[in-house]
């Protein structure tokens, strides 16, 4: 059964810093691997996917990097600012019968 | 807009009080999805459907039913609710794999539920 880690499980760090979260997974047999962010009581807002295939997406100061072979993924993120408080989430779709298996999630303080 | 819609967004009910919660998209995607998010537990799917009239199991389908008549709703059942299912919940959406590309799920606002 596919199960998805993110370690830390918090972090603070402050403003301006460069970070990375990681997300590991199980089984490797994956279709694609997604990162979000949520909002404190808000819903989830996608912020890059990776396909199986791919190494590697970016989105302005967002950099995801997937390594399928041996069951990880980092989100880099560049300068970070205030609003970048949030709680990020990855998830896997599984490549035999699509069912997605979420990570619990890393919740990200930038201290001012 | 492109957006998915949940109703209602908040909700507080009595054991065995049969109820349903509406899930609407307007992107044409084939892939739809019921989520529950829990402290501690994180978010667990419940139902997913690949396309019209499929339906499979998550990771907790106990004391759920969905269907897909059409391919923009996908209703959430509870027959008999019961206070372990108070949570927050939320559908999804995406394109599925006719656009691997593009595989985005796109999230409703959530509806909280209270069974007591």
């Known amino acids: 059964k596919q199960e998805v880690t993110q370690i830390p499980a918090a972090l603070s760090v402050p403003e301006g810093e460069n970070l990375v979260l990681n997300c590991s997974f199980t089984d490797s047999a994956i279709y694609n691997l997604q990162w979000f962010r949520q909002d404190p009581g808000k819903g989830l807002t996608s912020l890059l996917l990776?396909?199986?295939?791919?190494r590697e997406q970016t989105s302005g100061r967002l950099n995801a990097s997937l390594d399928k072979s041996s069951g990880r993924s980092t989100l880099y993120i560049a300068a970070s600012q205030p609003g970048d408080s949030a709680t990020y989430l990855c998830a896997v779709k599984m490549n035999r019968d699509d069912k997605i298996i979420f990570g619990k999630g890393t919740r990200l303080h930038i201290l001012p | 807009e492109a957006q998915v819609t949940q109703n209602p967004r908040y909700l507080i009910t009595v054991t065995g009080k049969k109820l349903t919660v509406t899930c609407s998209q307007n992107m044409n995607h084939e892939y739809m999805s019921w989520y529950r998010q829990d402290p501690g537990l994180g978010l667990r799917q419940i139902y997913y459907?690949?396309?019209?009239?499929?339906?499979d199991k998550g990771d907790v389908p106990e004391g759920y039913k969905v269907s897909r008549k059409e391919k923009r709703n996908f209703p959430l059942i509870l027959e008999s609710p019961s206070p372990n299912q108070t949570s927050l919940y939320f559908c999804?959406?995406?394109?599925?794999?006719?656009?691997?590309?593009?595989?985005?799920?796109?999230f409703g606002p959530g509806t909280r539920l209270t069974v007591l």
């Open positions: 999804a959406s995406s394109p599925g794999r006719l656009a691997a590309s593009t595989d985005t799920q796109y």
């Open positions: 990776i396909q199986s295939s791919q």
């Open positions: 459907s690949m396309n019209v009239e499929v339906t």
